[in-house]
Each structure stands twice: as C-alpha cells, then as structure tokens.
T-cell receptor, first 108, second 114 residues
C-alpha cells in the first residue's frame, strides 16, 4: 500500500532562515511526487513536481529513492511562504495520496 | 475559464439529512475526484471518475455516492449525514494523458453535521 508521511505538523522559522519540510513515502512502483500548497483563504494549488526538477518561488525538492524521501527546501524563508504544504504521491489511477500536511509559519 | 467550481461554500446539516455537493469543471478534463480534508490527516480520496459514466471508490467511500453523467459535472451525495462527515470537501480535476499532470482543485465546501 502506498503511504505519504509528513512528520511535522507545524514548522516555525524566522524570515531569512532556511526551511526544510520533510516528506517520506512508501510505494512499490516508480513514484511520481508533488508538493501542493494552500495559502490562507486560497484553494490548494500545485507548487512543484519532481519530474520537472524545477524551482518555484525559491523552493526545490529532490527525490531520493534510496531514502524514499522528497523533502521541500528553501534557503531563505519569506513571510509570504506561510501556508499549509502537502506532499502527494501519484498512483496508477491518476489519483493522489496526500500526506497529513505541514503548516509553515514564517515569523518576521 | 472558471476552472473547478463547487457549491455550496458552507452547509450545516442535521444527522440523518441528505444533500448533494456540486462540482463542475470547464477544462474538459477526463479525471475528477472528491477529497475530504481533516486536520492532521491531509486530504483523503472519497470517490473518483476517469470519464463520463465511470466512477470508482477511493480510500474513504462509505456514506457517499457519486455519479458522472457528463464530463463537466461530478456531484457528491451524502445519503444520511453523520457527525463524522463534518469536514471540508474538495473537488479536483485533471487531464488524463500524463501521470504527472497537475490536479486543479475547487475552493472547497465546509460541511458541518450536527
């Protein structure tokens, strides 16, 4: 069975500090992984996907198959990064299995 | 394009009542799905559809029914509401072609069952 685990429910950092939101997964096949973000009073939206190897809003995420992880990182956090972040694993039915989410709070 | 729309935004029900949450998309997406969002549990898949006339169960289907008579609409029915169904419900859609396609989410419906 596939599973996505985000061990931290809340992560609080100061502006300018580095951020790492952890995500671990279990999946028997070749994983397709995503990070979705939900800003206050906005709908859930895609932040980035591992296949694109992109940097969005300064965030990057590297798939580590050996450690079965897909941690989200940003070198310098901004206040506007405060949001709920969800790691998600795509399955063969084109649906997503989500982690429990991490609330990021960036303090001034 | 309106994207994915959901109605109503808020709803309060009494235990045992029934209701339908509406979802529509105007992007001609084949795939549509319903999730519920509960604190600490992320989003869990209730039901999904890979095209008109085709539906299947997700992780937490009990107490919910769906149908997909058109590509655009994917309503979620609560047959007899229970307090455990108090949650925020999200509808999503995506194009079928690639597994890494983005899912587009609606604004959500906040449901309270008393």
């Amino acid at each position: 069975a596939q599973r996505v685990t985000q061990p931290e429910k809340l992560l609080s950092v100061f502006k300018g500090a580095p951020v790492e939101l952890k995500c671990n997964y279990s999946y028997s096949g070749s994983p397709e992984l995503f990070w979705y973000v939900q800003y206050s009073r906005q709908r859930l939206q895609l932040l980035l996907r591992h296949i694109s190897r992109e940097s969005i809003k300064g965030f990057t995420a590297d798939l580590n198959k050996g450690e079965t992880s897909f941690h989200l990182k940003k070198p310098f956090a901004q206040e506007e990064d405060s949001a709920m972040y969800y790691c998600a694993l795509h399955n063969a039915g084109n649906m997503l299995t989500f982690g429990g989410g991490t609330r990021l709070m960036v303090k001034p | 394009n309106a994207g994915v729309t959901q109605t109503p935004k808020f709803q309060v029900l009494k235990t045992g009542q029934s209701m339908t949450l509406q979802c529509a998309q105007d992007m001609n997406h084949e795939y549509m799905s319903w999730y519920r969002q509960d604190p600490g549990m992320g989003l869990r898949l209730i039901h999904y559809s890979v095209g008109a006339g085709i539906t299947d169960q997700g992780e937490v289907p009990n107490g919910y029914n769906v149908s997909r008579s058109t590509t655009e609409d994917f309503p979620l029915r609560l047959l007899s509401a229970a307090p455990s169904q108090t949650s925020v419900y999200f509808c999503a859609s995506s194009a079928r072609r690639f597994s890494y396609n983005e899912q587009f989410f609606g604004p959500g419906t906040r449901l309270t069952v008393l």
